[in-house]
């Protein structure tokens, strides 16, 4: 048995790995696979593959590729979610901003540096036609640390996925002032190079089990209410969600790693643009 450790985000996208794992599709393989969520997101998970803390994550894109283009010894083994991420933009339900437009030169809450969060306040505030060079930050580490930071003044908004936030904004803890999809697919599925080199059979075997269960996923009879029980959803959040997301079984194409490393060198978040065969497996 070959034990396998693997990341990511407790947020609904990653179920079809759990379900492969609770009905023993890996083991079959003679497959251990370890999973760890990490609420903290990408810009952790990136520190722990270059740690060698991890040997497979599922991760968001952007924030992997500028991960590597920094030095980060790992690689995209295949995409994972085709679609665009929806990230809601956040503030405080008592805070006297109500309009997107108003958060212009106000403080962002982010998990950390290299996160989705960070650079995605940064393609927001392009859209938005902001200067991007006077952007603030207060590091939250994680959503906890956001609803801390918002509601105590540290920070003005916070960016996260919409359906995960959707139940703060339910209660009163948030409120939402708008979204910003990602331009991209949005969840990749990494590996270390270390791992590629030396257990290429056994990410092989991992990506055939996934593949099959996210392939299908939708067709999992009641699988919205499997999910809405599971990650505390409405359910008609969670069918919008479903009606909105795709998961991959193919690598992502060396076109989009490409236009994004041109947005993120837009962002100055960059200074080197990477070919493909230092990105993809």
């Not at 794992?21 to 270059?50: S, V």
């Not at 290299?114 to 959503?143: C, K, P, R």
């Not at 990749?188 to 257990?199: D, G, L, M, S, Y």
């Not at 996934?210 to 009879?221: D, S, V």
Request: proline content about 4%; hydrophobic content about 40%.
């Amino acid at each position: 048995m070959k034990t396998v450790r693997i990341i990511g985000v407790p947020e609904h996208f990653n179920l079809p790995w759990h379900l492969a794992i609770e009905e023993g599709a890996f083991e079959e393989k003679g497959i251990n696979l370890q999973w760890t969520d990490i609420p903290e997101g990408t810009g952790r998970m990136c520190q722990m593959l270059q740690d060698n803390a991890t040997d497979v994550a599922i991760i968001l894109t952007e924030g992997l590729i500028k991960s590597i283009t920094a030095g980060n010894p790992s690689k995209i083994v295949q995409e994972f979610i085709g679609t665009p991420l929806q990230w809601g933009i956040h503030v405080a339900s008592n805070s006297d901003y109500k309009a997107l437009k108003e958060l212009k030169d106000t403080k962002a809450a982010i998990s950390r540096f290299g996160s989705g969060s960070h650079l995605m306040a940064y393609v927001n505030a392009q859209n938005q036609s902001w200067d991007t060079g006077s952007l603030q930050f207060e590091i939250v580490h994680h959503l906890d640390g956001a609803i801390e930071a918002l509601t105590k003044g540290q920070a003005d908004y916070f960016m996260w996925e919409h359906f995960t936030t959707k139940p703060l904004v339910d209660n009163g803890t948030f409120r939402r002032l708008g979204d910003c999809p990602t331009p991209w697919p949005c969840f990749v599925i990494a590996a270390t190079e270390k791992f590629i080199a030396e257990e290429n059979n056994v990410l092989q075997h991992l990506l055939e089990i996934i593949n099959l269960y996210t392939g299908e996923f939708k067709t999992i009879p009641s699988i919205d209410r499997t999910l809405a029980n599971r990650y505390r959803q409405q359910l008609t959040d969670i069918q919008e969600w479903l009606s909105m997301t795709r998961w991959s079984q193919s690598q992502i194409a060396s076109k989009t790693v490409r236009e994004i490393q041109e947005t993120l060198m837009k962002l100055d978040l960059i200074d080197t643009l990477l070919g493909p065969d230092a990105i993809l497996v």
